[in-house]
Every structure is written in C-alpha cells, then in structure tokens.
C-alpha cells in the first residue's frame, strides 16, 4: 500500500469548500488518503474489517458484505480525491469538518435506492509519513528540473555557436525580426529573479500542482521506488556489483525525455579520450578453447553415465 500510495502524485482539490492537496489510494477492499492544507497533513487507512464495522455504524440498515459495497464507495470518493474528474454534478453530497487535529470528510449518496453515508475520519500525519511522501519527492523534482534548465543553458550555446558558423560563412538573415542575442546564462538567471519571478506572483501557500509537475513528480517516484525493489531483490554481492555498474544507465533512464538526451552524450563524452576516439583496453587477455575431441570425448563418457532412478511416491 506504502508504495502504490507514493506513485501516485498529490492533485489539487476543493472539498467542502476548501482547497486541499489529496492523494488517495483505493484496492480492493482497502484504501488509504492523504490530505494537506500546506500547514498540516491528514491521513487515514482503513482495511475491509474496518471498513464493514464503519458503514455498520453508518448505516444501520446495511447488511451487504465490504465487497458488495466497496466498488460504489470508490466510485464516490474518487472525484472527491482527484483533479481528473472535473464533473460539476457529483453523485455524492460532500462536507469538510474539522474538529482538533482531525479533518472529516462525510459523503452521502444513493445505493440501491437507499442512502449510503460514510466518513474519511483522518487524523494527523506522522513527520516521517510528510518527508516520504512530500517532502522527499519534491525536493527531488526541484533538482530534476534545475538540471533539465542547465540543460537547456547547453543547448542554447551550442545554437548560438551554430549561428556564429553560419554568420561567418556569409549567411545572412532575410527577416530583421528573428535576430537575437547570444544566450548569457548568468544575465538571464539574474533577470528572472529579478523581474519575471516577482510578477508570476507565486505565494507560499500555492497549491498549484498541475498536470506537468504531476507526471514529473510520478517519474521520479517511480523511479526511487524502482531502484530500493531492484535492490531489495538483488541482495547477494554479485548482484551489488551489477547494480553499481547500471547505476549511471537507471540515473539517465528516470529523468524525462527532455534530459535523457543530454545525460547520454555527457556519459559517451566521459567514455571517450582526448582525442574523441573511445578507450580501448592496453591489456587483452584471451581464453583457449577446448579441442574438439576433447569435447567429444567428454560428451560421449556423459552420454554413457547410467541414470539413477527417480525416488518418487511409488517404488
């Protein structure tokens, strides 16, 4: 559950009349939410025994087993949980309490022509819970993404080296409009800090988290989580050699596209000598083969072995 729950990225909802980032993982007859407001976090997990004594309490008249229910809760809850669904008519009524430290959503819809109440009671989130599940992964997308503007930086330089070439060999441009300066990284950091960042008017308490940094920030948590199962998995020395030598090749290949490219000519780069051509081993070491009788000899006194009978249930 922790891990399908840290996949999933935080969305921006509006429960209740409060904006709220939510994360919230359903199963079969389980499901774990997450809620924040930027000043603390909610959560709440519930299993199918807990889940059968609540719509109990709940609903005094329902009998139905958690499996027969359970699939209408979900369908319910989701747009509730999730900015995908942008629906105005919701199949449930929704309210936000709050009493404490804890946070309350109530739902009420119809099943089976019947009302059907429920609660998503969440109380507060542990610290290590909050690092794990939104501290960690978004200090990770900001350094992917100040990777992705270095980048970019490169790129641009080598354009501007290209138009130096063309301009030199007497190519000239037929519109005035689309000449530009040479890039200068430095002047444009300062200038974005010092113009463009004050007028996008970006406050602490933003919860802007839109589809772009939502699919970035499902890359590099299925990226880490991909890493610790492969680790996990491979826990003898041999497999701990093996992971370090594909280290750089799973580094490159959590970034996204974008950044992909760039990583790959920076390790061709760094395999590469001096003077461009790839470094070759001094040493070569070679293997004789065995003759070709001798394999056949071999063959043959295996093929004349007798085998042992099968110790099985019958004799």
Same mark, same amino acid.
């Given at each position: 559950m922790e891990a399908a729950l840290f996949a999933l990225p935080w969305a921006p909802v509006n429960i209740g009349g409060s904006d709220l980032l939510a994360k919230a993982w359903f199963g079969d007859t389980q499901y774990r939410v997450l809620l924040s407001d930027l000043d603390t976090v909610w959560e709440e997990e519930m299993n199918a025994d807990d889940i059968q004594s609540r719509a109990q309490d709940l609903n005094k008249r329902l009998r139905a087993p958690t499996q027969a229910f359970f699939s209408h809760l979900c369908s319910v809850a989701r747009p509730s949980f999730s900015s995908q669904y942008d629906d105005p008519i919701s199949a449930a009524q929704v309210a936000l309490e709050r009493h404490g430290d804890s946070l309350t959503v109530k739902l009420k819809s119809e099943l089976a022509g019947l009302p059907f109440y429920w609660e998503f009671r969440c109380t507060t989130t542990p610290v290590a819970v909050v690092c794990r599940q939104l501290v960690r992964p978004l200090l990770a997308v900001s350094r992917v993404l100040q990777r992705q503007v270095e980048d970019l930086a490169a790129l641009l330089a080598r354009k501007d080296a290209e138009i130096q070439d063309y301009q030199e060999n007497g190519a000239v441009l037929s519109r005035a409009r689309l000449q530009t300066e040479p890039f200068d990284v430095h002047q444009y950091r #300062?200038?974005?800090?010092? =113009? *463009?960042?004050?007028?996008?008017?970006?406050?602490?308490?933003?919860?802007?988290?839109?589809?772009?940094?939502?699919?970035?920030?499902?890359?590099?948590?299925?990226?880490?989580?991909?890493?610790?199962?492969?680790?996990?998995?491979?826990?003898?020395?041999?497999?701990?050699?093996?992971?370090?030598? #594909?280290?750089?090749?799973? =580094? *490159?290949?959590?970034?996204?596209t974008g950044v992909t490219s760039s990583l790959a000519s920076q390790k061709q780069n760094n395999v590469k000598g001096s003077s461009g051509r790839p470094l070759v081993a001094d040493n070569k070491q070679t293997v004789p083969l065995p003759s070709t009788a001798a394999a056949g000899s071999e063959e043959r006194s295996t093929s004349r072995t007798k085998k042992k009978k099968a110790m099985g249930l019958f004799r």
């Amino acid at each position: 559950m922790e891990a399908a729950l840290f996949a999933l990225p935080w969305a921006p909802v509006n429960i209740g009349g409060s904006d709220l980032l939510a994360k919230a993982w359903f199963g079969d007859t389980q499901y774990r939410v997450l809620l924040s407001d930027l000043d603390t976090v909610w959560e709440e997990e519930m299993n199918a025994d807990d889940i059968q004594s609540r719509a109990q309490d709940l609903n005094k008249r329902l009998r139905a087993p958690t499996q027969a229910f359970f699939s209408h809760l979900c369908s319910v809850a989701r747009p509730s949980f999730s900015s995908q669904y942008d629906d105005p008519i919701s199949a449930a009524q929704v309210a936000l309490e709050r009493h404490g430290d804890s946070l309350t959503v109530k739902l009420k819809s119809e099943l089976a022509g019947l009302p059907f109440y429920w609660e998503f009671r969440c109380t507060t989130t542990p610290v290590a819970v909050v690092c794990r599940q939104l501290v960690r992964p978004l200090l990770a997308v900001s350094r992917v993404l100040q990777r992705q503007v270095e980048d970019l930086a490169a790129l641009l330089a080598r354009k501007d080296a290209e138009i130096q070439d063309y301009q030199e060999n007497g190519a000239v441009l037929s519109r005035a409009r689309l000449q530009t300066e040479p890039f200068d990284v430095h002047q444009y950091r #300062e200038n974005f800090f010092t =113009q *463009i960042v004050p007028q996008m008017g970006v406050t602490l308490d933003s919860l802007g988290f839109d589809s772009e940094l939502q699919a970035l920030y499902m890359a590099v948590s299925s990226g880490k989580t991909g890493q610790k199962r492969k680790r996990s998995l491979d826990s003898s020395p041999a497999a701990e050699d093996n992971h370090d030598a #594909e280290h750089d090749h799973l =580094q *490159i290949t959590d970034f996204p596209t974008g950044v992909t490219s760039s990583l790959a000519s920076q390790k061709q780069n760094n395999v590469k000598g001096s003077s461009g051509r790839p470094l070759v081993a001094d040493n070569k070491q070679t293997v004789p083969l065995p003759s070709t009788a001798a394999a056949g000899s071999e063959e043959r006194s295996t093929s004349r072995t007798k085998k042992k009978k099968a110790m099985g249930l019958f004799r």
